[in-house]
C-alpha cells in the first residue's frame, strides 16, 4: 500500500536550447510513502516514468515493507548512483 502526492518540475537543458527554441523538460515526480508494520514510511522523492514496466525501490526502503511477492526478477545494468 501507498501514498502519492504528484507535482511537476521543470527543467532547462541548455545543451538542447542551442538546437531548439523554447524547449522544456517537464518531469512528473512524486512524494510516496510507503505502509510498514510501524505505520507510514516518511515521503520520499520519485521520478514517474509512465513508459517503464518495473518500478525500482532501494532495498533499504523495500526492506521494511509490508508487501507480497508474486515473483522473483533480478535487475541488470542499474547505476549505483
Known amino acids: 500500500m501507498a501514498k502519492v502526492s504528484l507535482f511537476f518540475e521543470t527543467l532547462r537543458d541548455i545543451s538542447i536550447e542551442r538546437y531548439i527554441q523554447d524547449?522544456?523538460?517537464?518531469?512528473?515526480?512524486?512524494?510516496?510513502?510507503?505502509?510498514t508494520t510501524n505505520g507510514w514510511t516518511k515521503p520520499y522523492p520519485a521520478i514517474v516514468d509512465t513508459g517503464?514496466?518495473?518500478?525500482?525501490?532501494?532495498?533499504?526502503?523495500?526492506?521494511?515493507?509490508?508487501?507480497?511477492?508474486?515473483?522473483?526478477?533480478?535487475?541488470?545494468?542499474?547505476?549505483k548512483k
Open 23 to 35: 524547449y522544456k523538460i517537464i518531469r512528473l515526480k512524486v512524494g510516496v510513502q510507503f505502509k
Open 52 to 79: 517503464a514496466h518495473t518500478s525500482v525501490i532501494p532495498l533499504s526502503i523495500w526492506k521494511n515493507l509490508i508487501h507480497e511477492n508474486f515473483g522473483e526478477y533480478k535487475m541488470f545494468g542499474v547505476s
